[in-house]
């Protein structure tokens, strides 16, 4: 691995370590990652499904996992995170009388069974995972043919802000890398997941000054995790001149926070082996992929 490369390899161990240490405060934070959920979960109305067993792949607290066991109540509904605080979290707030269970996996190498799943769900998970690869293998082997496979994910111009504003302060990393949209998709189509369909939206929101964002960022345990980052504490200098350099992007009184929202799904049926696969996913429109989803639940 070049140096480059080893900069921006994410750091398993610290991410497990600091979304278990932000457990029980997360929720408060979370205000990005619940409305991208709200939006995906809105995704499957427009999908039949009548799920025997339901994975939400990086479950966190277990908010939207408890969604899914309202949604789809006769089925079997599953969490499961690589930070053991979260799952211990997530068994608190749902309590003895959910039907919901937890357990901690690694999306990497997932310990279930193969085609067990008919929907394998995850919001804002996979952009922690260092092999995107290996989780859609994962995804592929898991899935029931004709399971459905539904994400979110990072683009690359999340916190593009936070990032210019570091790179006026030193040469280290600050802020973690995220794949591209259409690597993501070439991802699925090697793993030989079904019809991807991918698209892409940008939320903002707005901070009063840059200390909040830190704030936040470290209350949901999604601070910088990559290698490359600059160890030991960050001194009251660097953050000043941080300040300094977020400043040119501030606009009608307020500091953007700029997060590319990745959305994905695709099936488990195996595409024919005659059949060609041409690489790459394009963009599609919130409409466009209603249809699709619409035609494929009709099949």
């Known amino acids: ?36 959920g709200k939006r995906l979960l809105e995704r499957l109305d427009y999908v039949k499904l009548e799920p025997e067993l339901v994975v939400d792949l990086g479950c966190g607290t277990g908010a939207l996992t408890r969604q899914l066991a309202k949604r789809y109540k006769k089925a079997k509904v599953l969490g499961i995170d690589l930070a053991p605080g979260m799952v211990a979290e997530a068994r608190r707030q749902t309590g003895w009388f959910g039907r919901e269970q937890y357990a901690v996996g690694d999306a990497e190498k997932l310990e279930l069974a193969e085609a067990s799943v008919d929907l394998l769900f995850s919001s804002l998970s996979i952009q922690w995972c260092a092999d995107l690869d290996a989780v859609f293998r994962e995804a592929k082997r898991v899935l029931r043919p004709g399971g459905l496979f539904m994400f979110t994910t990072l683009g690359p111009d999340t916190l593009k802000e936070l990032r210019g504003a570091w790179s006026a302060v030193d040469g280290y990393t600050h802020v ?21 369909v991918m ?81 790459g996913v394009f963009t599609v429109s919130l409409e466009s992929l209603k249809r699709s989803l619409k035609r494929k639940a009709g099949d």
């Open 176 to 196: 973690n890398a995220f794949m591209d949209m259409h690597d993501i998709g070439d991802g699925l189509v090697r793993a030989r997941l079904a019809d991807p």
């Open 1 to 36: 691995m070049n140096d480059a490369a080893r900069e921006f390899t994410l750091d398993k161990a610290a991410i497990a370590a600091s979304f278990s240490k932000a457990a029980a405060h997360y929720d408060a934070n979370a205000f990005l990652q619940q409305e991208v």
């Open 199 to 279: 698209d892409v939206e940008h939320i903002r929101l707005t901070y009063g000054d840059v200390y909040a964002l830190m704030r936040d960022l470290k209350g949901i345990g999604a601070h910088n995790l990559n290698a490359g980052r600059r160890h030991g504490l960050t001194g009251k200098s660097r953050f000043e001149a941080l300040a300094r350099g977020y400043e040119p992007f501030r606009e009608d009184g307020r500091l953007p926070a700029t997060y590319e929202v990745v959305y994905g799904h695709a099936w488990g049926t195996v595409p024919p082996l005659s059949q060609e696969v041409a690489p």
